[in-house]
């Protein structure tokens, strides 16, 4: 079956730690992207990518990394420097990124600061 | 810049009601419109789309047409049922929000059996 997985589903971080989300896409698409979603909120677009080995900064990329070493794989890591990290978040693939095209999303990482 | 503008919730109805979900956007060009949907502790789903003037897209009951006169794209659903109950977010993409989806804030619907 063709489709986007996430893992975990589940995370909890201490204060002061990296942490990576994984997201991976066997659809053959293009593009990738990351969003955050906060409780009753609508989703911020974190980071994207058009393709492989290129990626740009969305509405609020400060405090976050990525990379884009494969096609299939488009790593989130949440970094010390994110001061309210505790979100849901969500990965998103589409065909091409150029232009409008449908996304299709993963089942998400419940991220919990302690 | 673009954007997507839907009815605030949370809206509650019972079994069987008929519904209506307002959507209104802002864009210039022609953008595709889309309504997703997200059940509880997971992600967004594709529920229809539109990618033109008068389109009317649909998928399990539930319908939207794409209304450039209005700048609308409304979600309807003639009988919604208790599995019905998600949050549903309208959105829009276009050219010049460079393959970027514009997501509507949520609206949450809960349906009472």
């Known amino acids: 079956d063709g489709g986007i997985t996430q893992s975990p589903k589940y995370l909890f971080r201490k204060e002061g730690q990296n942490v990576t989300l994984s997201c991976e896409q066997n659809l053959n698409h293009d593009a990738m992207y990351w969003y955050r979603q906060d409780p009753g909120q609508g989703l911020r677009l974190i980071y994207y990518s058009q393709i492989v080995n290129d990626f740009q900064k969305g509405d609020i990329a400060e405090g976050y990394s990525v990379s884009r070493e494969k096609k299939e794989s488009f790593p989130l890591t949440v970094t010390s420097a994110q001061k309210n990290p505790t979100a849901f978040y969500l990965c998103?693939?589409?065909?091409?990124?150029?232009?409008?095209?449908?996304?299709?999303f993963g089942p998400g990482t419940r991220l919990t600061v302690l | 810049g673009d954007s997507v503008t839907q009815m605030e919730g949370p809206v509650t109805l019972s079994e069987e009601a008929f519904l209506t979900i307002n959507c209104t956007y802002t864009?210039?060009?022609?953008?595709?419109l889309f309504w997703y949907v997200q059940y509880p502790g997971e992600g967004l789903q594709l529920l229809l789309k539109?990618?033109?003037?008068?389109d009317k897209g649909s998928n399990k009951g539930f319908e939207a047409t794409y209304r450039k006169e209005t700048t609308s794209f409304h979600l309807e659903k003639g009988s919604v049922q208790v599995s019905d109950s998600a949050v549903y977010f309208c959105a829009l993409s276009s050219y010049s929000s460079a393959s970027k989806i514009i997501f509507g804030s949520g609206t949450r619907l809960s349906i009472r059996p």
């Open positions: 539109a990618t033109k003037a008068d």
């Open positions: 998103a693939s589409s065909i091409g990124g150029q232009g409008i095209d449908t996304q299709y």
């Open positions: 864009a210039t060009g022609y953008p595709s």
